[in-house]
């Protein structure tokens, strides 16, 4: 890709409308009196501006209006306020973070990556919801104020991981907004047994979408797999999140009868394709008729931004409606050793595959990471406009580009309106 690929050109952040007031302290509250949650950020730079200002917010939400009488004080100390971030694509079960190093064996195939992750999760003493809990929280520390999580269903786990990481989502409620796919790693017609796994995990209200992976190359009955999944989100009202990994035009005809089975449903909206590595290489006409079909269908797609020829085009799709979110993928689990669960690291890798180099497209690259999985995952973007979700993090830096690249040491972390972690750990 060139220097001025996928990002090229973007919206930057910091063009978005901010709420501020200088100067405004508790004892220039207005008429209404005191307010049972407001809190003032003194002395910050909202998006990198170059004059600090005060950030005021009530009930979780930022306003333009003046501090209520007896607000609370934090005091920002010059630090830049930038919005928290948004992990679309994470696997919080398969996690060994936080315990003892796991040395990984050669594999070849998903087949017997997924074979892996079951000898794993056999041999851990801590179970699902403390190893997801761990990394979840650190995520937090880390400037995340949600993500997908995609938690593995099949014989070999039962229900554990979608539950475990239930509780660890029920943990960190007040730090972090989560939704939960139940995932089938082992695939859902060629390991019996799934299908029915998937149906209580939808029917019991345990996950917010049902999940799929590669129904040609992996699971070999696109019509079956999709036909059970698009089947449970209709009758049961879950989204459906499908990994598909497949290039060319194995992976164009998985994402047409997706398309298909998403209009015939009327799902509009309801529907997320993760990976798509079949979509950077169309040529500027196959992108422009297959992103016209994603966008009025509303389906959603997300990129962990693997290497320069598997990065989705974002800004590109951006262009025809479609919503891209950013994650992080797998996080040291038999996988890979890698991984780290930091959206800032991750958006830094997203310029890093994509070369760029301007201050428009790193913006775009923080962009990518803040808000476009806040469309992904259909939240409101924190963007520190009035009315916006108060969920920022203040750092030490210079603008926004220098962040992307530096990847600065989250000082405080504020979610709702209420700091939830500090240097690194959680309040």
């Known amino acids: 890709m060139s220097r001025r690929g996928v990002l090229a050109g973007a919206a930057s952040l910091a063009g978005a409308g901010v709420a501020m007031s200088a100067g405004v302290s508790p004892a220039a509250a207005d008429s209404?009196?005191?307010?049972?949650?407001?809190?003032?950020?003194?002395?910050?730079?909202p998006l990198g501006a170059?004059?600090?200002?005060?950030?005021?917010?009530?009930?979780?939400?930022?306003?333009s209006d003046r501090a209520p009488r007896g607000a609370k004080v934090i005091?920002?100390?010059?630090?830049?306020?930038?919005?928290?971030?948004?992990?679309?694509?994470?696997?919080?079960d398969k996690t060994t973070w936080g315990g003892a190093w796991v040395s990984r064996k050669p594999a070849d195939t998903i087949e017997e990556l997924a074979q892996q992750d079951a000898e794993l999760f056999r041999s851990q003493r801590r179970p699902v919801a403390e190893r997801a809990y761990a990394l979840m929280s650190h995520a937090v520390t880390r400037g995340t104020r949600a993500m997908r999580a995609h938690a593995d269903i099949a014989p070999a786990y039962g229900l554990a991981s979608v539950e475990g990481v239930g509780q660890a989502r029920e943990r960190l409620k007040h730090a972090l907004d989560v939704q939960i796919v139940a995932f089938p790693q082992h695939g859902v017609i060629r390991t019996p047994g799934t299908a029915e796994l998937l149906k209580e995990a939808a029917r019991g209200g345990l996950v917010d979408m049902v999940g799929g992976l590669d129904p040609i190359s992996f699971d070999h009955a696109m019509d079956e797999q999709l036909d059970l999944l698009f089947g449970l989100a209709d009758q049961y009202g879950v989204g459906v999140d499908i990994h598909l990994h497949d290039r060319g035009e194995t992976g164009l005809t998985v994402l047409r009868a997706i398309i298909d089975r998403t209009r015939a449903l009327s799902l509009k909206g309801k529907v997320t394709v993760s990976h798509v590595?079949?979509?950077?290489?169309?040529?500027?006409?196959?992108?422009?008729r297959t992103a016209a079909d994603l966008s009025e269908l509303d389906i959603a797609l997300t990129t962990v931004a693997p290497s320069a020829s598997l990065v989705l085009p974002i800004e590109r799709l951006r262009e025809h409606g479609v919503r891209v979110g950013l994650g992080s993928d797998g996080v040291r689990d038999s996988w890979s050793p890698f991984g780290n669960a930091d959206m800032f690291h991750?958006?830094?890798?997203?310029?890093?595959?994509?070369?760029?180099?301007?201050?428009?497209?790193?913006?775009?690259?923080?962009?990518?990471?803040?808000?476009?999985?806040s469309d992904v995952m259909r939240l409101p973007r924190a963007d520190l406009s009035p009315g916006s979700p108060a969920d920022f993090v203040l750092l030490r830096a210079e603008c926004l580009p220098q962040v992307v690249v530096d990847m600065p040491a989250r000082d405080m972390v504020v979610h709702g309106g209420r700091v939830v972690a500090r240097d690194g750990r959680l309040v």
């Open 346 to 373: 991750r958006t830094h890798l997203l310029g890093w595959v994509t070369d760029v180099r301007l201050d428009k497209e790193l913006n775009a690259c923080y962009e990518a990471g803040a808000h476009g999985g």
């Open 50 to 63: 170059a004059k600090p200002v005060d950030l005021t917010v009530v009930d979780g939400r930022i306003t």
């Open 277 to 288: 590595f079949c979509l950077p290489g169309l040529s500027a006409a196959e992108l422009a």
């Open 75 to 92: 005091d920002g100390g010059g630090r830049i306020a930038l919005p928290s971030l948004v992990d679309a694509h994470i696997h919080p």
């Open 32 to 45: 209404r009196g005191a307010h049972r949650d407001a809190v003032v950020f003194r002395d910050v730079r």
